[in-house]
């Protein structure tokens, strides 16, 4: 007959084994901390930020619209007679000294909300593509609602993924108003995550807060823990505003939306072929925005997203992927985190239109750098392809696993007395010789490695038994069952009514 502490040590140790059937936790989980890749000295960064300050004082922001230009000019700002609004450094200072520099991105389901700021690197979504990476043709077609409530639905079981802002654009919808309230209602329905969108028209934000407010329980919940953020790009390079992304950053404000005000010009056209030229024209511009948000509502949170964009100069196309684009948004999360501000860039924006050896380098080399500099919201790093013009389900799950990777980079090597392990490395070699089944090699597998699942490590002839399969088809089969079997309902029968009786929602 078995004791009772027996039967507790077997209990333990089927326990072990199913968690190792199970497969080991995750060493490497998102919010590792990024700052190891500086590719700007100290002197640089402080250039580049002097150059800034400049243009924003000495050559200022032109079209700025006239609610704008009044509150500039109530803050400290100078009018060269209605042409550009001059903005001295000191409002510069007051708007960064301002601005929160942590802040929490929520998500409905609180264990998936995120921390922004600091050295905490977290990957995301972007984009605006109007075509989709057909999964059954493998060809592009134009984007509909339906993909996007797939890719909603597909990204909400990738743990890196931290946030999802709508990848892709509803072309089978015209309407601008049922585009902006359409896919947000595709966000709330099918993740608990952190979501993100953008707005077509100011009036619009109003309404869709109403939507918000359903989801999140009542009037004036969702002001109260806003689980949606505003993409919004305010500047328009060379040194202007646009006004009506600008009235969408006052409408967002007074809803208590999270804005993320993003900068995307493009080297050698809208900003200079030279890096460090570009990096101070964007750098002004993003901090036009800022300054923009603290003399409307002063401490508001916002993603000070300098994204750096590239064109090939040989034919003027827009380049997501190489060396170039990796080590200018690198710097620009470098200089972002040097200001204190939460930063966002951009990486993973492949020129592939395939899921080919051109897609993989890309991504893993715009993404790692993205990263290792620390960048706290990495944008367009899942699921995008043809220099954002596409969107892909494989993609998504390709890339989660690639993030995994780039996470297992960032957290480096733990230097410790347990882990230098002399004491294992002295019984081994006087005794079993390897070290296969020394409990160390049980803990650091459980603690120090990351274990793909679509990367295939199999020996050549397993690899031709299972079929030859490359990692498209494999993703491909992986994205085909996540979708086939899952099918959340985050809406209650109750919200999901009265947002269609208030809301001409399409699905």
């Not at 028209?201 to 004036?220: F, H």
């Not at 404000?253 to 005000?261: I, K, M, T, W, Y």
């Not at 060396?323 to 040097?338: K, L, R």
């Not at 650091?444 to 050549?460: G, N, S, V």
Request: charged share 20%; proline share 6%; hydrophobic share 40%.
């Amino acid at each position: 007959m078995f004791s009772a502490a027996s039967r507790r040590r077997g209990g333990g140790r089927n326990d072990r084994l199913r968690q190792r059937a199970a497969g080991p936790p995750n060493p490497c989980p998102p919010g590792q901390r990024g700052g190891q890749y500086l590719p700007l000295a100290e002197a640089d960064v402080q250039a580049i930020y002097n150059t800034a300050l400049r243009l924003l004082s000495e050559l200022g922001m032109g079209e700025v619209p006239e609610r704008l230009q009044m509150d500039l000019i109530a803050a400290g700002a100078l009018d060269t007679d209605g042409a550009r609004v001059l903005i001295p450094e000191f409002l510069v200072a007051e708007a960064i000294k301002a601005a929160p520099k942590n802040f929490t991105l929520h998500g409905r389901d609180p264990q998936r909300s995120i921390e922004i700021g600091g050295d905490r690197v977290h990957f995301g979504t972007g984009g605006a593509a109007v075509q989709t990476l057909d999964l059954e043709t493998g060809l592009y077609r134009p984007s509909t609602l339906a993909d996007l409530h797939g890719f909603t639905r597909l990204q909400d079981t990738l743990p890196n993924v931290s946030w999802f802002t709508r990848c892709c654009v509803a072309t089978d919808l015209e309407d601008t108003y049922e585009l902006d309230v359409n896919t947000v209602h595709a966000l709330v329905s099918n993740t608990t995550k952190p979501v993100a969108t953008s707005f077509t028209l100011a009036e619009y934000v109003p309404l869709v807060v109403e939507m918000l407010d359903i989801v999140a329980g009542g009037p004036g919940a969702f002001s109260e823990r806003p689980f949606l953020a505003a993409h919004i790009s305010p500047v328009i390079s060379p040194m202007r505003f646009g006004e009506d992304a600008v009235d969408v950053v006052y409408a967002c404000l007074a809803q208590n939306v999270p804005v993320s005000c993003i900068t995307a010009a493009q080297s050698g056209a809208t900003a200079p072929a030279t890096l460090a030229g570009f990096l101070a024209q964007s750098l002004a511009e993003t901090l036009a925005s800022l300054v923009m948000v603290h003399v409307i509502k002063p401490g508001h949170p916002m993603v000070f997203s300098n994204w750096p964009f590239v064109i090939d100069l040989r034919s003027g196309a827009f380049a997501g992927g190489g060396g170039e684009i990796a080590v200018m948004n690198a710097a620009s999360a470098q200089i972002s985190n040097w200001l204190g501000l939460p930063s966002g860039v951009a990486s993973s924006m492949t020129d592939a239109k395939a899921i080919d050896a051109q897609y993989g380098v890309e991504k893993g080399l715009t993404a790692l750098a993205a990263g290792l500099a620390g960048g706290n919201m990495i944008y367009e790093s899942s699921g995008m392809t043809a220099s954002l013009l596409g969107a892909s389900f494989e993609g998504f799950v390709l890339d989660n696993e690639m993030i995994s990777l780039i996470y297992r980079s960032m957290r480096g090597i733990e230097v410790t007395e347990e882990t230098l392990g002399f004491d294992a490395i002295c019984e081994t070699v006087l005794g079993e010789g390897h070290f296969l089944g020394h409990a160390d090699t049980y803990a650091a597998m459980e603690r120090d490695y990351y274990y793909p699942t679509l990367a295939d490590r199999d020996a050549p002839s397993q690899w031709a038994d299972k079929g030859a399969l490359d990692i498209w088809t494999r993703a491909r089969e992986t994205a085909r069952h996540i979708l086939n079997t899952h099918n959340p309902k985050y809406l209650s029968v109750e919200q999901d009514a009265q947002i269609r009786a208030r809301f001409p929602i399409r699905t």
